[in-house]
T-cell receptor, first 114, second 115 residues
Framework: KAGVTQTPRYLIKTRGQQVTLSCSPISGHRSVSWYQQTPGQGLQFLFEYFSETQRNKGNFPGRFSGRQFSNSRSEMNVSTLELGDSALYLC?????????????FGQGTRLTVV | AQSVTQLGSHVSVSEGALVLLRCNYSSSVPPYLFWYVQYPNQGLQLLLKYTSAATLVKGINGFEAEFKKSETSFHLTKPSAHMSDAAEYFCAVSEPHNAGNMLTFGGGTRLMVKP
């Protein structure tokens, strides 16, 4: 069974540009969450989607947005990139909603903003 | 909001020695707790999880963790460290009043294993 796939793995963008990251969850998983990982702030929750609906949202500015498609694949978008957006963006998928459901993580997309 | 504290951002042990990574959470309601491991340039892999079934939880690769409500702790241990255990470890909790899969992570502990 294929794991969580994130594309691209690496990305370099210029300040002010926008970027779209993609996440394909494990087959059958309906919940997709996104996290930002930086050396200074650690792992921070961005948002979670379940059955195409945003269920939870972290404390990030409106420049960060996401969506989920009917096949559970998800994208996140960051507009007007800032240097501080440089980070590893991790996607996690879960079989169902629920607090004790294991989250399976992808390898992440490393975004560098120059 | 929940918070998770991992005492010690770096821990160094000798191969074969006991591994102890500390995690404390803040919650008046027992949360669900998780330990994840991250190898360089990789995502996170679940080691074990506590879901109120048993206070001592056994995970993969010989790791285990004990939930202590009175101490609001969920420390991770392994009796004998192996070189392959060198990685970063994250403790995480799920929000008690949230039906979704949102996790709050601790700051992480980088484990170094000396030969």
């Amino acid at each position: 069974k294929a794991g969580v796939t994130q594309t691209p793995r690496y990305l370099i963008k210029t300040r002010g540009q926008q970027v779209t990251l993609s996440c394909s969850p494990i087959s059958g998983h309906r919940s997709v969450s996104w996290y930002q990982q930086t050396p200074g702030q650690g792992l921070q929750f961005l948002f979670e989607y379940f059955s195409e609906t945003q269920r939870n949202k972290g404390n990030f500015p409106g420049r960060f947005s996401g969506r989920q498609f009917s096949n559970s694949r998800s994208e996140m978008n960051v507009s007007t990139l800032e240097l501080g957006d440089s980070a590893l963006y991790l996607c996690a998928s879960s079989l169902e909603e629920g607090r004790n459901t294991e989250a399976f993580f992808g390898q992440g997309t490393r975004l560098t903003v120059v | 909001a929940q918070s998770v504290t991992q005492l010690g951002s770096h821990v160094s042990v000798s191969e074969g020695a006991l591994v102890l990574l500390r995690c404390n959470y803040s919650s008046s309601v027992p949360p669900y707790l998780f330990w994840y491991v991250q190898y360089p340039n990789q995502g996170l892999q679940l080691l074990l999880k506590y879901t109120s079934a048993a206070t001592l939880v056994k995970g993969i690769n010989g790791f285990e963790a004990e939930f202590k409500k009175s101490e609001t702790s969920f420390h991770l241990t392994k009796p004998s460290a192996h070189m392959s255990d060198a990685a970063e470890y994250f403790c995480a909790v799920s929000e008690p009043h949230n039906a979704g899969n949102m996790l709050t992570f601790g700051g992480g502990t980088r484990l170094m294993v000396k030969p």
